[in-house]
């Protein structure tokens, strides 16, 4: 059964579930004192998806070893588009830390940095970002 109602209530998710939509569950992550860092990240998310191949099931993999590569390593991807979706997750991870009472805040001002920086200071954001995955931050 159909109701053309539900959908006209509720929307419909450009990307991820109808659950986790109507629980707004990306909403949720939405938190003091990072409003404004998560909906900038929730649009980036949005942005992201919209460049990967969904129908691909290498580029999930690939992304799957960046995570850990990175996670162990603290060595980032050289693909760009690996790279963002990568500290897009990063931050997410943040953000579900921070809702659950973890003290995140030097990890979420690295990140910031990484967002708004361009060139010579992204550079450097970057390894900030690193530093901290280096010294086990980022789990």
């Not at 404004?36 to 998806?49: E, H, T, Y």
């Not at 960046?66 to 990568?86: C, I, R, S, V, W």
Request: with cysteine.
């Amino acid at each position: 059964m159909e109701s053309f109602g539900f959908g006209a209530r509720h929307g419909l998710p450009m990307y991820g579930t109808m659950a986790m939509h109507i629980y707004g569950f990306r909403e949720n992550l939405v938190q003091p004192p990072y409003e404004f860092q998560a909906k900038r990240l929730l649009v980036r998310l949005d942005n992201i998806r919209g460049r990967i191949d969904q129908d691909d099931p290498r580029w999930f993999d690939e992304q799957a070893a960046a995570m850990l590569t990175f996670q162990l390593t603290g060595e980032f991807p050289k693909d760009e588009l690996h790279l963002e979706a990568l500290l897009v997750d990063i931050e997410l991870d943040q953000l579900r830390a921070h809702k659950k009472g973890k003290d995140v805040a030097k990890m979420m001002a690295a990140l910031d940095q990484v967002a708004r920086a361009e060139d010579e200071e992204l550079e450097a954001a970057l390894q900030q970002v690193c530093e901290m995955a280096k010294e086990g931050r980022i789990r």
